[in-house]
């Protein structure tokens, strides 16, 4: 080993040293932080949801979400369940099949196989 090295060697052995290696761990760490949290989307405030007796597309405030499925708010009934939007076709999200199945006969919309979203005529 070098007088360099040595030197580095004893730096770092020293509570300086162990406080600045730190420090940079430290800095490292915030900076990786940052830009991965810089680079996440935000939540929109609004959650699409379909009513599967209809087939009309409601965007609901994620605040009067309470209990899924919602209230449809111009027939008052329990028919809405949240959908995603790909390729131009509306889906309700895979997780609430099962709810989807308990409404039954309600359901005129939404291909149970596909749980694709039919529009209203």
């Not at 004893?10 to 730190?22: P, S, T, W």
């Amino acid at each position: 080993m070098n007088g360099d090295q040595a030197a580095i060697v004893g730096f770092l052995r020293g509570n300086r040293g162990k406080l600045g290696l730190a420090l940079v761990v430290l800095l490292a760490a915030a900076v990786t932080l940052f830009m991965q949290l810089r680079g996440s989307r935000r939540l929109s405030n609004t959650v699409s949801f379909a009513c599967v007796a209809t087939g009309k597309i409601y965007d609901i405030d994620r605040s009067q979400i309470k209990a899924v499925p919602l209230a449809n708010p111009k027939t008052g009934e329990r028919t809405l369940l949240p959908c995603v939007k790909e390729d131009g076709v509306y889906y309700i999200s895979t997780r609430y099949r099962d709810s989807l199945l308990r409404l039954g006969e309600k359901n005129s919309h939404v291909d149970p196989e596909t749980l694709a979203v039919r529009s209203e005529p």
